[in-house]
């Protein structure tokens, strides 16, 4: 029984300490504040936890030539970087006014081309990254994921596109 009353306090009190504080609107909500640790943590590992199930199997499509690099080049300076920023600018709004913060994928990232196909296909949820299916096609959005996995490694007439003054 002791070890019951152990487990009721250390793990579920909190939760419905957490509950209820959402519910009576003390935890803060507007795009600017800072996120607590624990849903910090909670929300990245779900993310990448989901990601990661749904992107077995998964393959990029699209080879990276110079043409198809360019494409997705093209194509997320349209559509992305007005969130996700351009070399060496990040997004004014997208890196301070979001929530989450909009990663600055013109500076690299992590995910691989996969898991990233699926957020952009798709979207995440609870954050500003909307889905682009239906929008535009698999095969732009394979170009954009293409670009953006290669974006530290750009072959040099790509990387020169890319690092030159947008027209």
């Not at 793990?11 to 507007?30: D, E, F, K, Q």
């Not at 849903?39 to 080879?63: M, T, Y």
């Not at 995440?124 to 990254?129: A, I, L, N, P, S």
């Amino acid at each position: 029984m002791r070890y019951l009353v152990i487990f009721v306090l250390g793990a579920v009190l909190p939760i419905v300490a957490l509950v209820a504080m959402a519910l009576s609107g003390i935890l803060p909500v507007h795009a600017t504040a800072s996120p607590s640790w624990i849903e910090s943590a909670i929300a990245s590992r779900a993310l990448d936890a989901r990601l990661e199930r749904q992107a077995r199997g998964l393959q990029n499509p699209v080879k990276p030539t110079d043409e198809a690099l360019l494409a997705g080049m093209k194509s997320y300076r349209n559509g992305c970087a007005g969130c996700h920023g351009l070399p060496g600018k990040a997004s004014a709004w997208g890196s301070k006014n979001f929530y989450p913060p909009a990663p600055q994928l013109a500076e690299g990232t992590d995910m691989n081309a996969a898991e990233m196909f699926l957020v952009v296909k798709h979207g995440v949820r609870y954050t500003g990254m909307a889905a682009w299916d239906g929008l535009i096609s698999e095969q732009e959005m394979w170009q954009v994921v293409t670009f953006l996995t290669r974006i530290k490694s750009l072959p040099p007439s790509v990387a020169a596109a890319w690092t030159a003054p947008p027209a």
